[in-house]
């Protein structure tokens, strides 16, 4: 009997010594080059300023590159035209470390306006948001503005605004980076759950010991270049 030998996931980003330079003098990545499996978890860490901000902007097509290539989730990042970035977008999630929910919104009304924005139905988008909220254990604040909320329930309705889509990529920007050691603890929980239902996900974070404890993939950055790629599953 043969063993089948198993295939590498595809590759869901692939940096290829991307630079970013805003200005003549102002270097904010040089020479970056990595690649993150679908299905991935992993962090970018390193001190402010170090370019982790910059990598999930350009994932997301907020900036552009000013050296090197990078695909994402099959695009080309330097061929998107501006047309095309809106509907590129639509296949990431992103969170935020300041929430960026809308306060005349209601929770309900938060999450589910990804989907409203792609043309589905209220029906259809009202629904499958509930079931976000729940997931990210908030039933019950569907009727509640964002200033209603602690700040860690903000950030739950964030996750669950980026999640309600299903998107296969999930970015996030210093996530806990507001909350205390419990809290930040839990929402980690949450995406260690959304990547066992097959999400990409990036985070963003310069807190060591939350990364250190959930033992995933790390990208340290300096100075905005590449210093390390630190797999915990290496040393087994």
Known sequence: MTTEIPRPSPAMIDFSRVSKRYGAHNRALHDVSFTVNAGEMLFLTGHSGAGKTTILKLIMGMENLSYGQARVNGHDLRALNPRQRPRYRQGIGMIFQDHRLLNDRNVLANIALPLQIR????????????????????????????????????QRVGIARAMVARPPLILADEPTGNLDPDLSLELMELFLELNKHGSTIVIASH??????????????????????????????
């Open 119 to 154: 043309g589905f139905d209220d029906t259809f988008s009202l629904r499958r948001a509930r079931a976000a909220l729940t997931q990210v254990g908030l039933q019950g604040k569907e009727d509640f503005y964002p200033q209603e909320l602690s700040s860690g329930q903000q």
């Open 207 to 236: 807190d060591l010991f939350l990364i250190k404890r959930l033992k995933k993939r790390v990208l340290v950055l300096q100075d905005g270049e590449l210093i390390d790629d630190f797999r915990p599953d290496s040393l087994a």
